[in-house]
């Protein structure tokens, strides 16, 4: 790699060329081409992939002074914080799950960085701390990242995270004491943990210690190991082990009844795995491949002696639940419990010795209760239209918790009795707000190959659809994963400012099953941002805004959807905010998970794939000369899901192209990841620096709104 021209590596000497009143810091840039089947592709930016090299430190500090110098000079900057502050503050209450006779649930008081974990020895008594992350460090990065609880609710595993990393750490406390024993394990990942009934050990899943950066380096050949307690990592029992499978993962499961360990085995991302199992009494650790073809979804519900039941996508793709013995395993031999129907069948759960089946009807949710057999015995009468989650539980448990949310309505905590079939309010939070003062709604529109897609359309009652509204447009659109009413306080002050938030529900989601989903992904992946561009359109064409006062938002999988649209359709928006996103297509299997992600995007190496991944990639469409959209974007220096040199390389192509005097930035967190365990002072820093760049770009009055 040979530089074609050298800078400072401290300071980082402003660029001579100045973008209107800001001066974007130079970056060099270096004769990296790479061929790919003989097409030569220029990555001139590669060096901002050496993450931990003093030159990328440099970049980073001198592009956050620009950034941050830019956002902390907009006036109604501190107001938005103010607003943000004053609504974020109310007690958030987790759905409680139950372990014996004990109740364990998450509370944040208001402003706390990380919510805290506490136990109640019953519904009724008071709660007392349990775990309170808040504790493990000053500025809130260190999170707690999952709890495993044995049967008896005694003992409890958990996970913690550091600065936002996907690593792991786990530990073991007694709950009685609260004593936090000697047991940690490291390196893991992707992994819960699952304890056998005598309370002994768990099985949990890790890779190896990391020969290279720990952020950047690829994952591949995970362990399941078996650990004891009282002893130390290193003699944990090897449970399952691939070496000729690099790219498994694995997860393991004990079944209820403690007399199976359940083995999922996943390739990549893709809704498709394999299922094997071990007999735990017979004790010879000798592995059953139950479902070895990976050519479904198979989710373990629950078991009757050797009768398994699976949520499975076999022949359903909305999914249906199926009765497998493995006595005699053959599909033929199948019985099916729930089929197949028009809405799509999200999870099954099991619950007072009944399946709880929850569905997605336009991106709404709705429960369904069946018994055994597969009869159904009653829907579940939820609050409203919106979303409901949780309804957790053990076989023998007569009640269940779940809670419902929408966009202009907090989660509330409700009780279900399975018996009855009532919901009873367990918990409803305190926002300074009014629903009322609110309108949602359900749109549906034609994307560019003739599909209804749906749309959620939220504002302040009493909008005007002149035309003028500011409004920002969000949307994911990958990896199966739907996108359902969800409750933000950022959407409801950016509402109170008179902004219109729009959700739209894109081809490659699971909205509708495998067939959505399929539509968009792999070399169908243009299909979500036609829809994306077509809910855009749609918006000004029915009034609700013009380009000069659209933006658009999405994070992850969604950033890359942003990123690919300000490319291709820079005239249509007036803002754009891509966050953490797989920006550059071509090397995105290159580090840590990346590899998994090709069941969506493909192989670059892959010839008809590189075609179709270089011909929408953000990074390698970038246009020099051309007028792009204002643009924020957001990233963390310790993302080792999507590692930031995605966001870096965009970011430096977008300003050395871009030929506006409107503002191309990018803002990069400290001490923080993909987004999981980001403490609440930097998200409400964070989603006003993202409002306040929006109320500044769009030309937005608060209060009035006028130009």
């Known amino acids: 790699m040979k530089p074609t021209r050298l800078i400072p590596l401290i300071g980082f000497l402003l660029a001579a060329v100045a973008q209107g009143q800001l001066n974007y810091p130079e970056t060099r840039t270096v004769d990296q081409v790479d061929d790919y089947n003989g097409v030569k592709v220029a990555d001139p930016y590669r060096w901002l992939e050496d993450l931990d090299g003093a030159e990328t430190k440099a970049w980073v500090d001198a592009e956050n002074e620009v950034t941050f110098s830019y956002l902390h000079a907009i006036p109604q900057r501190q107001a938005i914080i103010d607003r943000l502050t004053k609504l974020w503050d109310y007690e958030k209450f987790g759905v409680p799950a139950r372990h014996g006779e004990r109740y364990f649930f998450g509370k944040n008081d208001g402003l706390q960085n990380q919510s805290v974990l506490y136990v109640a020895d019953t519904l009724d008594a008071k709660p007392r701390v349990l775990v309170d992350p808040n504790k493990w460090s000053k500025d809130g990065t ?4 999952g709890t495993f609880f044995t049967d008896d609710g005694k003992l409890m595993a958990y996970a913690v995270s550091s600065g936002g990393s996907d690593w792991r750490e786990l530990h073991v406390l007694d709950v009685d004491s609260g004593k936090v024993l000697d047991d940690k394990l490291k390196w893991v990942k992707f992994s819960g943990a699952s304890w056998t009934p005598d309370n002994k050990g768990f099985f949990y899943n890790r890779y190896d210690e990391p020969s290279g950066d720990v952020l950047e380096e690829a994952n591949f050949f995970p362990r399941l190991q078996y650990h004891v307690l009282g002893t130390p990592q290193s003699a944990d029992k090897l449970v399952y082990h691939r070496p000729d499978k690099k790219d498994w993962i694995f997860d393991g499961e004990v079944t209820d009844d403690g007399n199976y360990l359940i083995l999922t085995i996943a390739k990549g991302t893709e809704r498709k795995n394999g299922v094997f199992y071990q007999d735990l009494q017979a004790g010879d650790g000798k592995t059953i491949e139950l479902l070895k073809d990976f050519d479904a979804q198979y989710v373990f519900v629950g078991n009757e002696g050797p009768v398994f039941w699976f949520f499975t996508s076999n022949a359903a793709p909305r999914g249906r639940l199926v009765a497998i013995d493995t006595r005699h395993p053959a599909p033929a031999n199948w019985t099916e419990l729930i089929p197949e129907s028009s809405d799509t069948l999200q999870g099954v759960g099991v619950v007072n010795n009944m399946f709880v089946a929850s569905y997605l009807h336009d991106a709404r949710t709705k429960v369904r209760i069946f018994d055994l057999a597969g009869k159904l015995v009653r829907d579940v009468k939820l609050p409203g ?11 023998e448990y007569t009640e269940t918790f779940y809670s419902f949310f929408s966009f202009n309505e ?4 409700y009780r279900y009795d399975m018996t009855t079939g009532q919901s009873t309010l367990f918990r409803r939070p305190k926002v300074d707000i009014d629903p009322a003062d609110f309108e949602v709604k359900q749109i549906f529109y034609q994307s560019k190959d003739g599909t209804r897609i749906p749309m959620f359309i939220c504002h302040k009652k009493g909008l005007k659809l002149n035309g003028n509204n500011p409004t920002l447009l969000y949307g994911y659109c990958g990896f199966n994963i739907s996108l359902t009413p969800r409750f933000s306080i950022s959407n409801i002050v950016w509402m109170e400012m008179g902004g219109v938030y729009a959700q739209a529900n894109l081809h490659g989601g699971g909205e509708y099953g495998k067939a ?4 968009g992904k792999l070399e169908n992946k243009q299909n979500v941002f036609d829809d994306f561009i077509a809910a855009g359109e749609t918006l000004i064409a029915q009034r609700y805004t013009r380009p000069e006062r659209l933006a658009i938002a999405g994070g992850s999988n969604g950033g890359l959807l942003v990123g690919a649209c300000l490319t291709q359709r820079p005239d249509l928006f007036g803002a754009a905010l891509p966050a953490v996103g797989v ?3 071509l090397r995105f299997n290159k580090f840590t998970i990346g590899w998994a992600w090709m069941s969506d995007y493909g192989d670059p190496a892959d010839p008809q794939m590189f075609k179709v991944l270089r ?7 970038i246009k020099p000369g051309t007028h792009y959209p204002s643009t924020l974007i957001t990233t963390g220096d310790h993302d080792d899901r999507v590692v930031p040199s995605h966001s870096f390389k965009f970011a430096a192509a977008l300003q050395a192209a871009h030929s506006g005097s409107n503002p191309v930035l990018i803002r990069i967190e400290t001490r923080a990841g993909h987004g999981a365990g980001k403490p609440t002072a930097k998200i409400i820093e964070e989603q006003a620096d993202r409002w306040a760049f929006l109320v500044k770009e769009l030309g937005i009055r608060i209060g009035t709104f006028e130009d």
Request: no cysteine; aromatic share 12%; hydrophobic share 35%.
């Open 615 to 621: 011909a929408y990639s953000p990074y390698h469409n």
């Open 410 to 413: 907090p989660p509330s905590i």
């Open 516 to 519: 959505w989903h399929d539509a």
């Open 583 to 585: 920006l550059d297509m």
């Open 142 to 145: 260190v999170a707690l990242s």
């Open 385 to 395: 239209i919106g979303s409901a989650g949780g309804f957790g539980g053990k076989r």
